[in-house]
Protein backbone atom coordinates (compact mmCIF):
# COMPACT_ATOMS: atom_id res chain seq x y z
CA UNK A 1 0.00 0.00 0.00
CA UNK A 2 0.81 3.67 -0.78
CA UNK A 3 0.06 6.35 0.94
CA UNK A 4 1.00 9.99 0.82
CA UNK A 5 1.52 13.83 2.98
CA UNK A 6 1.08 17.00 1.31
CA UNK A 7 3.15 19.23 2.65
CA UNK A 8 3.76 23.03 2.47
CA UNK A 9 6.95 24.70 1.80
CA UNK A 10 6.76 28.87 1.02
CA UNK A 11 10.43 30.77 1.13
CA UNK A 12 11.90 27.52 1.72
CA UNK A 13 10.46 27.20 4.84
CA UNK A 14 8.27 23.70 5.43
CA UNK A 15 5.42 23.97 7.63
CA UNK A 16 4.00 21.66 10.54
CA UNK A 17 6.03 18.55 9.64
CA UNK A 18 5.75 17.41 13.40
CA UNK A 19 1.74 16.93 12.63
CA UNK A 20 2.68 15.43 9.69
CA UNK A 21 5.22 13.18 11.12
CA UNK A 22 2.75 11.85 13.64
CA UNK A 23 0.53 10.84 10.95
CA UNK A 24 3.02 8.61 8.96
CA UNK A 25 3.63 7.11 11.91
CA UNK A 26 0.11 6.17 13.03
CA UNK A 27 -0.14 4.58 9.21
CA UNK A 28 2.79 2.64 9.08
CA UNK A 29 3.73 2.18 12.87
CA UNK A 30 7.52 3.35 11.72
CA UNK A 31 9.50 6.63 11.84
CA UNK A 32 10.30 7.98 8.80
CA UNK A 33 12.92 11.22 8.61
CA UNK A 34 11.16 13.36 6.77
CA UNK A 35 12.92 16.50 6.57
CA UNK A 36 15.95 14.48 4.86
CA UNK A 37 13.81 14.45 1.80
CA UNK A 38 12.24 17.44 1.52
CA UNK A 39 14.10 20.98 -0.35
CA UNK A 40 12.09 23.22 -1.62
CA UNK A 41 13.57 24.17 -5.05
CA UNK A 42 13.01 27.63 -4.44
CA UNK A 43 11.53 30.41 -2.45
CA UNK A 44 8.01 30.10 -4.15
CA UNK A 45 4.65 28.46 -2.47
CA UNK A 46 4.92 24.78 -3.29
CA UNK A 47 2.87 21.89 -2.31
CA UNK A 48 5.17 18.89 -1.67
CA UNK A 49 4.15 15.72 -2.67
CA UNK A 50 5.56 13.19 -0.19
CA UNK A 51 4.90 9.34 -1.15
CA UNK A 52 5.98 6.47 0.76
CA UNK A 53 5.22 2.73 2.06
CA UNK A 54 5.36 0.67 4.93
CA UNK A 55 9.30 0.55 4.65
CA UNK A 56 10.40 3.68 2.64
CA UNK A 57 9.74 7.29 1.57
CA UNK A 58 9.36 6.43 -2.79
CA UNK A 59 9.20 10.05 -4.28
CA UNK A 60 9.14 13.39 -3.55
CA UNK A 61 7.94 16.01 -5.72
CA UNK A 62 7.05 19.89 -5.95
CA UNK A 63 4.43 21.48 -7.45
CA UNK A 64 3.77 25.28 -7.55
CA UNK A 65 0.64 25.91 -5.63
CA UNK A 66 -2.66 27.94 -6.75
CA UNK A 67 -5.27 28.18 -4.28
CA UNK A 68 -8.96 26.62 -5.90
CA UNK A 69 -11.67 29.04 -5.26
CA UNK A 70 -14.30 27.14 -3.96
CA UNK A 71 -17.92 29.43 -3.50
CA UNK A 72 -20.32 26.29 -4.05
CA UNK A 73 -20.64 22.82 -2.69
CA UNK A 74 -22.68 19.33 -4.18
CA UNK A 75 -23.68 17.18 -1.32
CA UNK A 76 -22.76 13.46 -2.29
CA UNK A 77 -23.73 10.66 0.54
CA UNK A 78 -21.51 7.46 0.32
CA UNK A 79 -21.82 4.91 3.27
CA UNK A 80 -19.07 2.63 2.50
CA UNK A 81 -16.52 4.65 1.54
CA UNK A 82 -13.00 4.20 3.57
CA UNK A 83 -9.92 6.89 3.60
CA UNK A 84 -8.87 6.56 6.84
CA UNK A 85 -5.43 6.86 5.59
CA UNK A 86 -3.84 9.42 3.37
CA UNK A 87 -3.71 6.73 0.21
CA UNK A 88 -1.95 7.45 -2.77
CA UNK A 89 -5.32 5.78 -4.48
CA UNK A 90 -8.19 8.39 -3.96
CA UNK A 91 -10.27 6.79 -7.04
CA UNK A 92 -13.47 6.90 -4.67
CA UNK A 93 -12.45 10.17 -4.13
CA UNK A 94 -12.07 10.98 -7.47
CA UNK A 95 -15.24 9.19 -8.11
CA UNK A 96 -17.27 11.42 -5.72
CA UNK A 97 -16.05 14.61 -7.16
CA UNK A 98 -16.92 13.53 -10.51
CA UNK A 99 -20.43 14.10 -9.51
CA UNK A 100 -19.65 17.72 -8.24
CA UNK A 101 -22.17 19.05 -11.34
CA UNK A 102 -21.96 22.87 -11.41
CA UNK A 103 -20.42 23.25 -8.21
CA UNK A 104 -16.79 23.81 -7.15
CA UNK A 105 -16.53 21.39 -4.63
CA UNK A 106 -18.44 18.38 -2.87
CA UNK A 107 -19.31 17.64 0.46
CA UNK A 108 -19.43 13.94 1.48
CA UNK A 109 -22.19 12.68 4.07
CA UNK A 110 -21.57 9.21 5.41
CA UNK A 111 -24.20 7.81 7.55
CA UNK A 112 -25.89 10.78 7.47
CA UNK A 113 -23.69 12.72 8.85
CA UNK A 114 -21.00 15.15 7.34
CA UNK A 115 -16.99 13.95 6.69
CA UNK A 116 -14.95 15.96 4.75
CA UNK A 117 -15.10 17.68 0.99
CA UNK A 118 -12.42 16.01 -1.19
CA UNK A 119 -9.93 17.89 -0.46
CA UNK A 120 -10.02 19.04 2.92
CA UNK A 121 -11.43 18.61 5.88
CA UNK A 122 -14.54 20.70 6.76
CA UNK A 123 -15.67 23.35 9.94
CA UNK A 124 -18.82 24.86 10.50
CA UNK A 125 -19.63 28.07 12.44
CA UNK A 126 -23.06 27.84 14.26
CA UNK A 127 -23.72 29.62 17.54
CA UNK A 128 -20.17 31.52 17.81
CA UNK A 129 -18.52 27.82 17.55
CA UNK A 130 -16.63 26.46 14.80
CA UNK A 131 -17.35 22.59 14.65
CA UNK A 132 -15.70 19.83 12.87
CA UNK A 133 -17.00 16.78 11.92
CA UNK A 134 -16.02 14.09 14.66
CA UNK A 135 -16.03 11.13 11.92
CA UNK A 136 -14.30 12.74 9.02
CA UNK A 137 -12.71 10.55 6.84
CA UNK A 138 -9.28 11.77 7.20
CA UNK A 139 -7.92 13.29 10.25
CA UNK A 140 -5.74 15.94 8.81
CA UNK A 141 -2.87 17.52 10.10
CA UNK A 142 -4.17 20.81 10.42
CA UNK A 143 -7.69 19.71 11.96
CA UNK A 144 -5.37 17.80 14.71
CA UNK A 145 -3.50 20.74 15.21
CA UNK A 146 -6.73 23.06 15.67
CA UNK A 147 -8.27 20.64 17.81
CA UNK A 148 -5.00 20.42 20.17
CA UNK A 149 -5.06 24.31 20.08
CA UNK A 150 -8.97 24.15 21.31
CA UNK A 151 -9.83 26.88 18.54
CA UNK A 152 -13.00 24.17 16.85
CA UNK A 153 -15.05 21.27 18.83
CA UNK A 154 -16.05 17.74 16.97
CA UNK A 155 -19.46 17.17 16.85
CA UNK A 156 -21.75 15.06 14.67
CA UNK A 157 -22.91 17.12 11.75
CA UNK A 158 -26.30 16.43 10.65
CA UNK A 159 -27.60 17.70 7.55
CA UNK A 160 -29.91 20.27 9.32
CA UNK A 161 -27.23 21.58 11.59
CA UNK A 162 -24.79 21.83 8.26
CA UNK A 163 -27.86 24.61 6.76
CA UNK A 164 -28.01 26.16 10.44
CA UNK A 165 -24.05 27.12 9.89
CA UNK A 166 -23.03 31.17 9.47
CA UNK A 167 -19.99 29.90 7.78
CA UNK A 168 -17.61 27.27 6.63
CA UNK A 169 -14.04 26.90 6.71
CA UNK A 170 -12.10 24.62 4.69
CA UNK A 171 -8.74 22.99 6.31
CA UNK A 172 -5.46 21.47 4.70
CA UNK A 173 -1.78 21.65 4.75
CA UNK A 174 -1.63 24.52 2.04
CA UNK A 175 -4.95 26.62 2.96
CA UNK A 176 -4.90 26.07 6.59
CA UNK A 177 -8.19 27.20 8.07
CA UNK A 178 -9.61 28.80 4.93
CA UNK A 179 -12.91 30.67 5.95
CA UNK A 180 -15.78 30.53 3.28
CA UNK A 181 -18.57 33.38 4.66
CA UNK A 182 -20.60 33.35 1.03
CA UNK A 183 -21.02 29.97 -0.59
CA UNK A 184 -23.85 27.78 -1.43
CA UNK A 185 -24.92 24.21 -0.83
CA UNK A 186 -26.33 22.93 -4.17
Not at 19 to 45: C, D, G
Not at 92 to 107: Q, R
Not at 111 to 136: E, M, Q, R
Request: proline residues 2%; aromatic residues 12%; negative net charge.
Amino acid sequence: MEYFETIKCDDFEVFNLDYHLRRVLKTISKELNLAEYIYPPSSKLYRCKLIYNDDEIINVEFFEYKKREIKSFKIVVCDDIDYSKKYLDRAKLDELFSKKEEADEIMIFKNGLLTDTSIANIAVFVDNIWYTPKKPLLNGTTRQRYLDDKEIQEKDIDLDFLKGADKLALMNAMIDFDIIDDYEIL
